[in-house]
């Protein structure tokens, strides 16, 4: 009870109340700082024992662009899935680090395509665009294959997309 007397008697102590107030700033800030930074790295990534690993013409896809600097990688693309309409995006990218073996995440965010409104025989998958910007601190420098991890309305397939990019010098 002693501290929240001495903010209630905030004007008697003001030097404490304006520490209070510093120290209050400080902390939401780093934790800010913290979470924003945390949704920007890539994560280790283990494959679903229950995926499927081969695409089998089941997923059509393209990889538009990818983009690496020293401190991020950024790729951008499609994929859906043949003879269905898109509904609930949850796909995201995948890279193997040829060297190693060892696959990272990519936070991917869903991007509208509109021109995939009427493809396959007029399936709506506009909501096939897939963008990813991951902070690549501490990566290893080499060859990634980029996989795609497809998950939308309710599938689970794992695949590579054949595209391989360099990393680092």
């Known amino acids: 009870m002693k501290f929240l007397d001495k903010i209630l008697d905030a004007e008697l102590e003001e030097k404490f109340f304006k520490k209070t107030i510093f120290i209050s700033i400080v902390i939401i800030l780093l934790m800010v700082i913290i979470v924003f930074l945390n949704l920007g790295f890539m994560r280790n990534y283990k494959i679903p024992a229950d995926a499927i690993t081969k695409n089998d013409d089941k ?3 393209i990889i ?3 983009m690496t600097s020293r401190k991020y990688i950024e790729i ?3 994929a859906y899935r043949r ?3 898109v509904g609930c995006f949850n796909n995201r990218f995948i890279i193997k680090h040829e060297a190693t073996g060892k696959y990272y995440a990519l936070n991917t ?5 509109g021109e995939l409104y009427s493809v396959d025989e007029g399936y709506d998958c506009r909501r096939s665009g897939m963008y990813a910007k991951g902070i690549a601190i501490g990566l290893p420098k ?7 991890e497809y ?8 695949f590579d997309t ?3 990019f360099k990393f680092g010098g």
């Open 142 to 148: 080499g060859l990634y294959q980029i996989y795609i």
């Open 76 to 78: 951008s693309g499609w």
């Open 59 to 61: 997923v059509n896809f």
């Open 109 to 113: 965010d869903m991007t509208y395509k």
């Open 64 to 66: 538009d662009d990818i």
């Open 151 to 158: 998950k939308s309305d309710g599938e689970n397939i794992v």
């Open 83 to 85: 003879g269905k309409n």
């Open 162 to 164: 054949g595209k391989v």
